[in-house]
């Protein structure tokens, strides 16, 4: 009896050590599945991203663009301009006046768009009438570069104030222009001396300005 307990004992534990090892081998062969048995393989997928750079574009920099016009003169100052009166051509109700600008320095400048133009009662006097409005029809605008002894010219338009109405132009006389180069706050002062009447009101428009051109002539000659 004995003898029997001990085998069958024994076989007991031979059993139990067979299920363990398969349990085991399951546990470390065996691979999760999906579906009917077929084992799957998982796929990651990681996206990286470039750490920013604090003030840099996200494209290759290139290099900055270089003009290749050389630069100009400076602009002229009415320290070193004179201007005088060229001469005039009456046409469509308006008078046109040659206005002249002369280098007196001894190096170059440029002059560059409309000059301001006004009547008034002497050298450092008080304006009459409105200033000059400006002429976009007369001349294109381009930069005259003025060597020493060099000159331009802008037009002056004194409108018919016979064709105005009289009371808000209230004609009248003025002997001298007050004129300041394009980007100048330089005054030079002209004397006009012409039977011409203004208008002494500062609001009837009345007097016209071009921009400057080249040379002292308009006709070319």
């Known amino acids: 009896m004995h003898r029997s307990v001990a085998m069958n004992m024994r076989q007991v534990g031979i059993v139990a050590a067979a299920v363990g090892a398969a349990g085991l081998l399951a546990a470390c062969g065996s691979k999760p599945s ?5 084992p799957s393989t998982a796929t990651v997928t990681v996206t990286e991203t470039a750490p920013a750079t604090t003030g840099q574009p996200g494209t290759t920099p290139t290099a900055p663009a270089t003009s290749t016009t050389p630069a100009g003169p400076a602009g002229c100052l009415a320290s070193g ?7 005039s051509n009456g046409t469509a109700g308006t008078i046109y006046y040659v206005v002249v600008f002369t280098n007196t320095s001894a190096s170059a400048c440029s002059l560059y768009g409309y000059p301001g133009v006004s009547f008034v009662t002497g050298q450092g006097g008080s304006t009459v009438g409105k200033p000059a409005v400006r002429d976009t029809t007369l001349l294109p605008t381009t930069t005259v570069n003025l060597g020493p002894g060099g000159q ?5 338009g004194v409108v018919d104030t016979g064709a105005l109405p009289q009371a ?6 003025a002997e001298w222009l007050r004129i300041y180069a394009p980007g100048d706050l330089g005054a030079l002062f ?4 012409s039977s011409v009447s203004v208008c002494t009101t500062p609001t009837e428009p009345f007097l016209k300005v071009s921009t400057v051109a080249a040379g002292a002539d308009p006709s070319g000659s």
Do not use: D, I, T
Not at 81 to 87: C, D, E, H
Not at 152 to 156: E, K, M
């Open 81 to 87: 301009l004179k201007a005088s009166l060229g001469p």
């Open 152 to 156: 331009a010219y802008a037009l002056v």
């Open 34 to 38: 999906s579906g009917a048995g077929a």
């Open 190 to 193: 002209v004397k006009f001396s």
């Open 168 to 173: 808000a132009c209230k004609p009248g006389k």
